[in-house]
């Protein structure tokens, strides 16, 4: 209550009685912590304090500086409250009868011209299970198009994509969390949970005191290094090097078990033979890793009665991050540590509803349960749950970047964006800034006014948390129900509502007949019964009672699936998958003209494109501007100077940043955080290129060369 008494001081205001104490979930990270949002009536107006909930299943009470704050934008006073259409460049309020028909006669003009598919959609990972499958649905039967895709593809497809080549079905987390304090020994690469999902720490913070070895990979010593036994400070996009030198430790000092893979696993004989070949003083200079340490982790993680290994964004995030996701799983694998306590996989999830949303049809290839849209079965399926002919369902479309290159090559027309800034998370920002300009109809749906928002022809004001109810599914794939607290501000809808307005504008409206987010997830279930990803057996009076519940839950009554794996894996013949990795470089590496490598990421105080966090003063004042992190050997033989400014270039263009010197860097690489836009977006440098099998781009390394700039 101590910021709430700060506020109530600085505004000098006497206090009414409490109006209310709700309980909610935090609308940023994987996570999804519980809070208390309390509303105190004051002479000046509402006040508003949020405190933990001691009965969270998964944080006890734990909160973030983010969690803290994250009411502050849902009242934002930019907030968008009024639909409005761009005439002569300036955007004016109109009704949303208006606006409805003014979407209706545009798309239907050039889909009549054009085609279905010269319309697409983007959606966002932060949406409600509910909402993410009706954008699904709203693109396929209210549009008819096969163009829709979303932020999501930014953040999990590799590890999505290597779980499901690996175990034939793709959770986050393999095992709850509660279980990490029995891992005896835990990699935690690519990933910087201490100020990514800090209300998760205590788990491993447990696990070290239990006696817990913690092995962590990063070109970066981050604040999660502080509990780290070893620091393996790997050059970016050479995680598959490092992890193919450990496994030819395991393999030939005798760690695997052996039992293990012959009961539940094929592709050993390829893996092995692989590994022969491995050369360790190879795999340590390519990964920048010394081999002595290399031996010693993987020493560590083989002799580990238990173990865990979780990956994030920076193994993930390169143009080889399935391949690089599945070099770990093979450590998993060889070593049996999967399917019991303490022993599984995690890919750290980024986003609100990172899981969920990537279940249920927001992917260009997917239908909702996990079923895939190529898939005669599955599309029966779900055109009978959706009451349209199989035949009348699109086919797939193509990933959230290359949306973004037909659009540049005018092959899409118009667009729909629901709850995303693209101009901001995708690679090479400054094609997507040049495609939406060429669009003939963007309909932008948000909260706040973004640097997406700009390009608009209609902004329409959609949902805050606070006000939106539906489902999230956290990173341990623990389903979640969330009441709406607060009634809209001015005229703006429910996002899922808005969807439903346009899809009945659009003559489709008999299709989309929902009265609640209940209707909706009650919808849902059916389509996913009996996919990988089964909803069928969760009701939102169960989740209420339960304070959660694990998919897959195939029927009611069902207690959920906390632990994956157990008894077999997802593939038809219930084993796993080993597979021989041939390390990648990244497909840009240094040079004379660009020596460097840029990698990107995250900081505690902000989340995503920093729409909303850069709405929220506490927040903003804390970390104001992108820094770049560099190491001062480095920046001074470039001659730059800490606190100075440098000019940050790559073959896609240049940006200014405020330096920052760190000694915690690998001396060849530099780092900067993704939250903010226009000329301090470091999007405009990364680059494209794409994973061949689940099309991320390589955000985590791109050349770079740095030289110094006047304040």
Known sequence: MNDYVELVQKRQVAVLPQVNADLTECPYCSVQCTMKLQEVAT???????????????????????????????????????????????????????????????????????????????????SLTNEESYLLGKFARVALQTKYIDYNGRFCMSAAAGASNLTFGVDRGLTNPLSEVPLAKCIILAGTNIAECQPTIMQYFRKAKQDGCKIIVIDPRETATCAIADIHLKVKPGYDAAL??????????????????????????????????????SEAAA????????????????????????????????????????????????????????????GAITGQANGQGGREHGQKADQLPGYRLIEDPAHRAHIASVWGVPEEELPHKGVSAYEMMEAIDREEIKALIIL???????????????????????????????????????????????????????????RVMVRRALKPLPGQARLDWRILCDIAS?????????????????????LASKGGLADYYGITYDELEK??????????????????????????????????A?????????????????????????????????RSTPELNSKYPEPLLEIHPDTAIENGLVNGGYARVSSKRGSIRLKVKFSAKIRRDTVFVPFHWGEEQCINRLTNPALDPACRMPE?????????????
Not at 80 to 97: A, C, F, H, Q, T
């Open 286 to 345: 390519l990964s920048g890793v010394d081999p002595m340490l290399i031996i010693e982790a993987a020493r560590m993680y083989g002799q580990a009665e238990t173990g865990m290994v979780f990956t994030a964004r920076g193994v993930e995030q390169h143009a080889s991050g399935v391949a690089n996701v599945r070099n770990f799983l093979n450590l998993v694998l060889l070593t049996g540590k999967i399917g019991r306590p303490g022993c599984g996989y």
């Open 581 to 613: 990795i041939e390390h990648q470089n990244p497909k840009e590496v240094p040079s004379r003209r660009y020596p460097l490598t840029l990698t990107t990421g995250r900081v505690l105080q902000h989340y995503l494109s920093g729409v909303q966090t």
């Open 546 to 579: 339960r304070k959660g519940i694990f998919w897959p839950c195939p029927e009611e009554g069902h207690p959920g699936t906390p632990r994956m794996f157990e008894h077999s894996f997802a593939h038809p013949d219930g084993r796993a998958r080993l597979a």
């Open 43 to 125: 002479s000046g107006g509402a006040l508003y304090s949020v405190t933990p909930n001691k009965e969270d299943p998964v944080t006890d009470g734990r909160l973030c500086v983010k969690g803290l704050n994250a009411h502050t934008h849902t009242m934002d006073d930019r907030r968008l409250k009024s639909p409005m259409i761009r005439d002569y460049g300036r955007l004016r309020n109109v009704s949303w009868e208006a606006v409805l028909e003014h979407i209706r006669i545009q798309i239907q003009h050039i889909q009549l011209k054009y085609g279905k598919d010269s319309v697409g959609v983007y959606g966002g990972g």
């Open 419 to 477: 709850s995303s800034n693209p101009v901001v998370s995708n690679p090479n920002s400054q094609l997507v800034e040049r495609a939406l300009k060429k669009l003939k109809f963007l309909v932008v749906i948000d909260l706040l006014p973004s640097e997406t928002s700009r390009f608009a022809h209609v902004l329409l004001p959609g949902s805050a948390y606070l006000e939106d109810e539906g489902t999230m599914t956290q990173l341990e794939g």
């Open 505 to 525: 504008a659009l003559g489709r409206g008999r299709y989309f007949q929902y009265g609640s987010a209940e209707d909706i997830f009650n919808e849902l279930r």
């Open 243 to 280: 992890v193919n030198g450990m496994l030819k430790v395991i393999v030939e000092e005798g760690y695997t078990d052996q039992a293990f893979i012959e009961q539940k696993t094929n592709g050993y004989a390829d893996l092995a033979e692989h590994v022969k070949k491995v050369s360790l």
């Open 699 to 711: 955000f985590k390394a791109c050349a770079v060369r740095v030289e110094p700039m006047r304040a």
